[in-house]
């Protein structure tokens, strides 16, 4: 099975950096280097609040068959699905949509489908961006969006909360279990 980066660096090297040219949306996407992370999606006409841009498009994997696979990789473009028990593994133009703290665009999932929609009009020459809200892991994962309200990471606010309760129970039964050594 063909991993995901090798997969994107093909398919982009093939593209010249042309990889979404739908008529039936009229829009034409182009992946280029991004000042956010790596490369990103940008679009050259202008696209309308409310607009179905891209699906998110890839092979389904169940969460265990997706950390066997990139057991060993940092950078993913992995999509979770229903609660993260199914996974996208994506390919194609939309997994080159790089995270924003102020994204330009949202996902949902219409008729089975994993949609990246614009939140507001976009306009050309823009770099299409939504929020990861990451919501598994413990690993560093920063946010480089450089919006003015960044949150620093690529999870959610939800799920930095979490992490950072589990922080402050091990701090405090850490310290619970000096004193007690320290007692005896």
Same mark, same amino acid.
């Given at each position: ?12 090297? !093939? ?40 699906? +998110? ?5 169940? !969460? ?5 696979? +990139? ?19 994506? @390919? ?16 949902? !999932? ?19 961006? +939504?929020?990861?809200?990451? +919501? ?22 939800? @799920? ?25």
């Amino acid at each position: 099975m063909e991993l995901g980066a090798e997969r994107f660096e093909r398919e982009l090297a !093939q593209s010249g950096g042309n990889c979404a040219k739908d008529k039936e949306r009229s829009m034409t996407l182009v992946i280029r280097k991004s000042a956010i992370h790596s490369f990103g999606c940008y679009t050259t006409k202008r696209i309308r609040k409310g607009k179905l841009i891209v699906e +998110y498009v890839g092979e389904h994997l169940s !969460q265990e068959e997706a950390n066997e696979l +990139y057991e060993d990789f940092s950078n993913t473009y992995l999509f979770g699905l229903i609660g993260g028990k199914r996974i996208i593994d994506g @390919h194609g133009v939309a997994a080159f949509v790089n995270h924003s703290c102020k994204p330009n665009c949202e996902t949902d !999932q219409i008729a089975g489908k994993m949609w990246i929609i614009a939140l507001r009009d976009i306009e050309p020459g823009e770099e299409l961006t +939504y929020d990861y809200n990451l +919501y598994d892991g413990e690993d560093e994962a920063p946010c480089l969006c450089g919006a003015k309200r960044c949150r620093g990471s690529l999870y959610s606010a939800e @799920h930095l909360r979490k992490l950072r309760k589990k922080r402050e129970t091990a701090v405090v039964a850490a310290n619970a279990a000096a004193e007690i050594a320290k007692a005896s």
